[in-house]
């Protein structure tokens, strides 16, 4: 890429995690619908319609996203091996929280078992194709360093949690430092196996190994 078309991917990716801190924050603050419809309608139309549209405004193909089947298999093994590192992290919060005792109370809500494991798959398809596969390689592209683009965009993923902390589990202040602490680590995680990679399925598989723990465990 030229340094104008690596600087457009930056205006693009700043613009698209601007956007999504805005919009996906207010929708948070003003509106709850049930979570079957969030995460199925409304986060694929609010978060991937624009990558889409901005992929198609580049000239990128889908694989500029991760969307390929190359290094498929080496994906799967960088997240399961960093989705055991988050299960024992979940293990060490969980452990801490109770005063030195675990609870492994269920806290999934009132839809089934599998119904909720299928919304963490289609919740880590729309937020890591938005972020890991397009803000964080644009970012990368335009800085020239891997790690401060993670860094970059892993604050930008924190601070689009930060509404859902207080908006809707309505978190105390601790608990929801602890939450976002735990949610930028996870952002480092998924940019660090997505870069290895290049594969986006890396990146959603890592994301529902850790999102389960968080559940389960919390």
């Known amino acids: 890429m030229s340094k104008q078309t690596d600087t457009k991917g ?31 309608v409304l ?13 198609k405004k580049e ?9 390929t089947t190359k290094n498929l298999f080496p994906a799967i093994y960088f ?13 060490v919060v969980n452990f801490v929280k109770y005063g030195g005792n675990f609870s492994f109370n269920s806290n999934i809500g009132t839809l ?19 972020f890991r596969g397009y803000i964080f390689t644009r970012i990368w592209a335009g800085v020239k360093s891997e790690w401060l683009a993670n860094i970059i965009t892993s604050f930008f993923w924190a601070l ?7 908006f809707v589990w309505k978190l105390d202040f601790s608990a929801a430092l602890i939450y976002l602490l735990l ?17 986006i399925f890396s990146s959603v598989l890592l994301h529902v190994l850790w999102q389960w723990p968080i559940i389960l465990f919390r």
């Open 10 to 40: 930056v205006k693009y990716a700043v613009s698209l995690a601007t956007y999504l801190l805005i919009v996906w924050g207010f929708y948070r603050f003003l509106f709850q619908f049930p979570e079957t419809i969030e995460e199925l």
């Open 43 to 55: 986060k694929p139309v609010v978060w991937l319609v624009p990558v889409f549209y901005l992929l």
């Open 59 to 67: 000239g990128s193909k889908l694989s500029s996203v991760g969307i």
């Open 79 to 91: 997240a399961l091996g960093l989705g055991i590192f988050f299960l024992l992290e979940a293990l």
């Open 112 to 130: 089934p078992l599998l119904t909720s494991f299928g919304l963490s798959f289609a919740t880590a398809v729309s937020e890591e194709i938005s």
């Open 160 to 166: 689009i949690h930060t509404p859902i902390t207080f």
């Open 183 to 199: 949610t930028t680590l996870f952002g480092i995680g998924s940019a660090f196996v997505y870069a290895r990679t290049k594969n």
